[in-house]
């Protein structure tokens, strides 16, 4: 058992050791003007659709519902009465099981920027509720469980102050805790930074790292400066476990054009680690397993050469040179990528926006090139797949001699020995995404994934 784990384990990382991604996939040739890209699943069929936010001339709050196999639906609006929108983001704020959409921008009559809050009805979005009025001006908005009530709040860069709005779980909330108004903050992310189970705040702004620390009850009294930062003033910020060593660390991009990243250690102490490149970035920097081998990448795009790009993480913390996934011909300003699984294959594809559009994707390949190198076996077939609650196994003998359901990465989650042909497995414990299965027989072994969805 433990020599084939292994064995699965080697082809998983031998063949995905290094991403590939496919040709741009255009969603929307004619979307110009995003500012923001983000993801949630709006009609509850357990696929990640894609929700805009727009500035200029075609500015929107709208969404593309995902249609499987990588089609989109046409763009739905769910507003446009306010001047522009920066930013948007989505989450389940009144725990009714779908994702709404939470946005921010300037009304076109009163010109008074309101924080907004558009709940999901089965898949439409008829209210727009107030949570904030008169803001400064609004750069960024996150949600995220503060006090860990098992519901999600609301956090607001509010320019020179961050509020942070406490959700009773019915989508009820409390007049905003301004928990900073030192410094004019530019972005801002969300994670646990000192180990003690709850979500902290760091914030860049100005020539300060700030972060603001939870005491355990969703309050904010304390605060403190992250120390000897690089030059520069300190614009996007995204935090992640780079060196894998169980804490947040966080990555920042500086207008000295400088990328660098700050390790923890464990206590909500950092120090530099790595100037990861002199690069001229735009407002948007994310991070993932882009190549599935158990570390965190970076993601991101650059005006100097118009192009999608991504950072390798070797493991430990050293980030390689710059890759290209997509590179524009001519200039253009893409303002946000934000990395999902669209397919629900196991890799997350990269969904951005331009100024001058469009709307696109490139698919992520990693666990496709795995499976086309892996599956060729006509002896046995998986169906259903996708697959809801459960898989069928069927083989040219009368029966199996053993089945085996491993998770993405090899951790063994299911086995069963004497499957008989043409047998039934329940799999509706599993949680939804991509999982690999081995069917063995007679001293021969078969592995291919199958994909749960709802």
């Not at 250690?265 to 158990?294: C, H, K, R």
Request: glycine fraction near 8%; charge should be negative; hydrophobic fraction near 35%.
């Amino acid at each position: 058992m433990k020599k084939t784990l292994l064995l699965l384990v080697i082809l998983v990382t031998a063949n995905t050791i290094f991403a590939q991604f496919s040709d741009i996939i255009i969603i929307d040739s004619l979307c110009k003007g995003t500012t923001e890209v983000c993801t949630g699943d709006i009609n509850n069929d357990g696929l990640q659709d894609i929700i805009l936010s727009k500035a200029y001339s075609d500015r929107r709050i709208s969404f593309y519902l995902n249609l499987g196999n990588g089609n989109f639906g046409e763009e739905q609006i769910v507003t446009d009465e306010y001047f522009y929108y920066n930013e948007v983001t989505s989450a389940d704020l009144n725990s009714d099981g779908f994702d709404d959409i939470i946005t921010f921008g300037p009304g076109v009559q009163s010109n008074i920027t309101d924080l907004i809050w558009f709940p999901n009805e089965s898949g439409t979005f008829p209210e727009a509720v107030i949570l904030d009025t008169n803001l400064v001006t609004g750069t960024e908005v996150k949600c995220s469980d503060l006090d860990n009530d098992g519901d999600i709040d609301v956090i607001l860069d509010d320019d020179i102050k961050i509020k942070v709005y406490k959700n009773d779980g019915s989508g009820n909330f409390t007049t905003p805790d301004i928990i900073a108004a030192n410094d004019e903050y530019y972005d801002f992310d969300v994670a646990d930074l000192n180990g003690d189970g709850y979500n902290d705040i760091i914030a860049s702004g100005g020539d300060n790292i700030t972060i603001l620390w939870n005491d355990t009850e969703g309050g904010f009294p304390t605060f403190s400066y992250v120390e000897n930062p690089p030059l520069g003033l300190y614009f996007t910020i995204k935090t992640g476990d780079f060196d894998n060593d169980g804490d947040n660390d966080f990555a920042l991009w500086t207008t000295a054009n400088k990328l660098v990243w700050f390790s923890n250690d464990g206590e909500g102490n950092f120090t530099l680690a790595q100037e990861i490149a002199d690069i001229l970035l735009n407002s948007t920097l994310e991070t993932n397993d882009v190549d599935l081998d158990g570390d965190l990448d970076l993601i991101s795009a650059t005006n100097q050469s118009s192009s999608v790009i991504w950072f390798e993480n070797d493991g430990t913390g050293f980030f390689s040179d710059e890759k290209i996934i997509y590179q524009f011909s001519e200039f253009n300003t893409i303002n946000s990528v934000y990395p999902v699984d669209l397919d629900n294959d196991g890799d997350e594809e990269v969904v951005w926006g331009a100024i001058f559009g469009p709307l696109a994707f490139n698919d992520n390949l990693t666990n496709t090139v795995f499976i086309e190198e892996n599956s060729q076996n006509n002896n046995f077939h998986i169906y259903p797949n996708p697959a809801t609650d459960h898989i069928t196994i069927a083989s040219k003998g009368n029966e199996v001699s053993h089945i085996s359901i491993y998770g993405i990465t090899g951790n063994p989650i299911f086995e069963k020995p004497q499957v008989q042909n043409g047998e039934t497995i329940d799999i509706s414990f599993l949680s939804l995404g991509a999982y690999f299965v081995t069917v063995r027989n007679n001293g021969e072994s078969f592995t291919t994934k199958f994909i749960k969805v709802k």
